[in-house]
């Protein structure tokens, strides 16, 4: 199995949490024929001022709209309170310290994540709040926090947002394919299942036939 994809997205974006169906999809109906990989993009990196209210109304604003356009469940009420602070690192960096503990949680994690953040309310800012949802994945929880706090977890979450930066890529989700030095798009920004299907059968139809 040579052929690679890369998806890129972040925990606390609404736009992959609306995709999170059509990439489980992909991985299941494709998981013989192509390896793919998460790179974490940071959407809010290290924020450190509480979301002011008119961004907090723009930011519902999407979340109604990825709801409407994918039927993705979110909790309105009370989401985003007042003081919160959004600053999608931690949870980006729990995805990479979990995969440097074991690879195989890497999306499911990314999912636990997701739904805390957009159904649950709950605050994965919080390393804490980060740590049960491993822990219910069933890993260790005391390795994760060793490794979520290590300097090596924080140097290579960096690594995956400068390594989206260098792909070109300025939102999420993103679907990059790599046959190549330089990867080819496959999606930019959300689209259906069917869509990304006809675009990985022509890219892999593309390959055979070159190979």
């Not at 972040?10 to 991985?27: H, K, Q, T």
């Not at 723009?58 to 979110?74: A, C, D, K, S, Y």
């Not at 690879?103 to 605050?123: C, M, R």
């Not at 490794?147 to 989700?173: L, M, N, Y």
């Amino acid at each position: 199995m040579n052929a690679r994809c890369w998806y890129i997205a972040d925990p606390m974006c609404s736009w992959c949490w609306g995709f999170s169906p059509v990439i489980e999809a992909i991985r299941h109906e494709y998981g013989d024929r192509l390896k793919i990989g998460l790179i974490v993009g940071g959407l809010r990196p290290g924020t450190t001022e509480p979301i002011a209210l008119e961004k907090r109304a723009e930011i519902l604003h999407h979340w109604h709209n990825v709801q409407r356009m994918t039927g993705q469940p979110f909790k309105f009420s009370g989401a985003l309170p007042q003081g919160f602070i959004y600053d999608t690192e931690p949870a980006c960096r729990a995805i990479v310290s979990a995969s440097l503990i074991d690879s195989a949680h890497t999306f499911s994690l990314l999912a636990a994540i997701q739904h805390a953040f957009y159904v649950e309310q709950a605050n994965v800012t919080q390393p804490d709040v980060l740590t049960q949802l491993v822990a219910e994945l069933g890993m260790p929880a005391a390795q994760f926090s060793q490794v979520f706090a290590s300097d090596a977890a924080k140097r290579h979450t960096q690594d995956h947002f400068h390594q989206a930066i260098r792909w070109g890529v300025r939102g999420f989700p993103a679907i990059l394919a790599q046959d190549a030095p330089v990867p080819q798009f496959l999606s930019k920004g959300y689209c259906t299942l069917e869509v990304l299907r006809q675009r990985i059968d022509a890219w892999l139809n593309a390959g055979i036939s070159h190979s």
